[in-house]
């Protein structure tokens, strides 16, 4: 049984902690990625978690997930709102994807209020803070189990 999930992080995400922490706040990806380890644990995931400021970096990550893994938690930060070619790659893959966002994007710029990401995302986790990302993962490792 394949419990391979991807954690994919978009741009600027490298500087969670010291980036606007009004809207941010303050934990860092190191401490989100070992937040996600222990979560995994507890649910008997594998996990991938990588983040990067280049499109095209996060595009062959997804395509490598499409082949080895059960699902992907991506959040693709300003990619969000204008990456069609991350939608695209997302298109290719048969399992579930959920897309966080720490903030509540809906609160924020109307430009924030139209994600490419949500068209294939089993569902979307945003406001949440940095704990959409175990939620994200909760939710995952139950649809994994419904797809047994
Ligand atoms: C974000 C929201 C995006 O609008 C923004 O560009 C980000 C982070 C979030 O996690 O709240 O970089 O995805």
């Given at each position: 049984m394949n419990r391979l999930?991807?954690?994919?992080n978009g741009p600027n995400l490298n500087l969670l902690?010291?980036?606007?922490?009004?809207?941010?706040?303050?934990?860092?990806?190191a401490d989100v990625e070992a937040e996600c380890r222990k979560t995994a644990r507890d649910l008997a995931l594998e996990l991938e978690l990588h983040q990067s400021n280049a499109e095209f970096q996060l595009i062959d990550w997804i395509h490598e997930a499409r082949e080895t893994a059960a699902g992907i938690v991506i959040n693709p930060a300003a990619f969000t709102h204008t990456s069609v070619a991350?939608?695209?790659?997302?298109?290719t893959c048969e399992f579930p994807i959920i897309e966080v966002h720490i903030s509540n994007v809906h609160k924020r710029e109307a430009f924030r209020h139209h994600?490419?990401?949500s068209l294939v995302a089993s569902g979307v986790i945003a406001?949440?803070?940095?704990?959409g990302y175990p939620l994200a993962l909760q939710r995952l490792a139950r649809l994994i189990d419904e797809a047994k």
């Open positions: 999930v991807y954690v994919l902690g010291k980036r606007q922490p009004a809207i941010y706040g303050y934990e860092t990806l991350i939608l695209d790659a997302l298109n994600s490419y990401v406001g949440f803070g940095t704990q």
